[in-house]
């Protein structure tokens, strides 16, 4: 990343056990949706425990009953990940950015929701995949404002296209690919 952003992240991380940069300022509906994965991240832990925390090196992440076979596919087209810059936009509660540190990439993982980032850090942590998985609180349709341009091998998003501005998001993402 960028020094500015490393920074920022990097003085985050150690307030929150997350690293953010500065977030962008937010639509109406990105501050809505943050809002409400803010709450779904927090309750997601309190409900599920910490057996939740673990992931799978052998398996494929799945989310959706349904998926197995999709989500194989989409994860096999990446092919081998080994020292591979891999951007996550949307990364939720972690499992497909912890997966793909398992396969040897260096994962930068965004997210709008602090609740994301503190969840997905506690889970690379506890899969010790943490020194492969940076994470950065902004919206996906900013990505050029807060990540260098021309850095990243790889990008991947489950379930995130209905959360985003496209026509925004689309330029921000060829900008840093």
């Known amino acids: 990343m960028n020094d500015a952003a490393s920074s920022t992240a990097a003085s985050t991380a150690a307030q929150d056990g997350a690293a953010a940069a500065a977030?962008?300022?937010l639509t109406d509906r990105q501050s809505v949706e943050r809002a409400y994965y803010d709450d779904h991240y927090t309750r997601f832990v309190a409900e599920h425990g910490e057996q939740a925390l673990i992931v799978d090196r052998h398996r494929p992440p799945v989310y959706s009953a349904g998926m197995d076979d999709v989500i194989a596919y989409t994860t096999g087209c990446l092919g081998a990940l080994e020292g591979k810059r891999l951007l996550i936009i949307g990364c939720g509660i972690g499992t497909d950015a912890i997966w793909f540190a398992y396969r040897g990439a260096q994962v930068v993982a965004v997210d709008v929701s602090l609740s994301s980032l503190r969840l997905v850090r506690s889970r690379?942590?506890?899969?010790?995949?943490?020194?492969?998985?940076?994470?950065?609180q902004a919206p996906a349709e900013s990505l050029d404002r807060v990540l260098p341009t021309d850095w990243f091998d790889l990008v991947y998003g489950t379930e995130v296209l209905h959360h985003l501005d496209v026509a925004g998001f689309a330029p921000a993402l060829r900008a840093v690919l």
């Open 124 to 136: 690379a942590e506890i899969n010790g995949v943490a020194d492969r998985i940076e994470l950065l």
């Open 23 to 25: 977030v962008p300022a």
